[in-house]
T-cell receptor
Framework: DADVTQTPRNRITKTGKRIMLECSQT?????MYWYRQDPGLGLQLIYYSFDVKDINKGEISDGYSVSRQAQAKFSLSLESAIPNQTALYFC??????????????FGPGTRLTVL | AQSVTQPDIHITVSEGASLELRCNYSYGATPYLFWYVQSPGQGLQLLLK??????LVQGIKGFEAEFKRSQSSFNLRKPSVHWSDAAEYFCAVGGANTGGFKTIFGAGTRLFVKA
């Protein structure tokens, strides 16, 4: 079974709809991340969480919100989806080692299309 | 500001030929450096990483990378490319200077392998 799972894998929605993307992990990591991938732009950080009570905005958090329901679950919401939020979304986890940054483990991604 | 540049958007090599993917970074201290690979329809997977020590690091699938501080580079190499290496490759930098526990990704280089 995959260590980091994302649901749904694909979603088509309409402008103005509320959407939730879910991420679960079995790696036991404290740190979790949400990224957005657009062609030619690499990965941009939306939100990150170091534990259940610690949530931080990334570089492109406007229009998004998150919830860390448990150590293993980190959800991303689009309160009112707009077409330029059409992208591939990745969840990732990382171990809270002594280093400030370490290997990230990625889910398979959610392809979101906003019409 | 911290940044990662991958100068080549895409590269095409013949199967069996050698490969070098370029990565340059801008960072105010000793960086932690990573190479990830993304196969079609999948999330990113770590190929290799550099934290300290030997500047030539070995990774999975026969890849290696060399950290050159004087050139601010961390190029990825493979002596003989296989058709299964066709994917997108991301260079990334992290460490204390990235605002704490964050990783900055390059825009990616897509590798095409021709028979």
């Amino acid at each position: 079974d995959a260590d980091v799972t994302q649901t749904p894998r694909n979603r088509i929605t309409k402008t103005g709809k509320r959407i939730m993307l879910e991420c679960s992990q079995t790696k036991g990591h404290d740190r979790m991340y949400w990224y957005r991938q657009d062609p030619g732009l690499g990965l941009q950080l939306i939100y990150y969480s170091f534990d259940v009570k610690d949530i931080n905005k990334g570089e492109i958090s406007d229009g998004y919100s998150v919830s860390r329901q448990a150590q293993a679950k980190f959800s991303l919401s689009l309160e009112s989806a707009i077409p330029n939020q059409t992208a591939l979304y990745f969840c990732a986890t990382s171990d809270a080692s002594g280093r400030t940054t370490d290997t990230q483990y990625f889910g398979p991604g959610t392809r979101l299309t906003v019409l | 500001a911290q940044s990662v540049t991958q100068p080549d958007i895409h590269i095409t090599v013949s199967e069996g030929a050698s490969l070098e993917l370029r990565c340059n970074y801008s960072y105010g201290a000793t960086p932690y450096l990573f190479w990830y690979v993304q196969s079609p329809g999948q999330g990113l997977q770590l190929l290799l990483k550099y934290f300290s020590g030997d500047t030539l690091v070995q990774g999975i699938k026969g890849f290696e990378a060399e950290f050159k501080r004087s050139q601010s580079s961390f190029n990825l190499r493979k002596p003989s490319v296989h058709w299964s290496d066709a994917a997108e490759y991301f260079c990334a930098v992290g460490g204390a200077n990235t605002g704490g526990f964050k990783t900055i990704f390059g825009a990616g280089t897509r590798l095409f392998v021709k028979a």
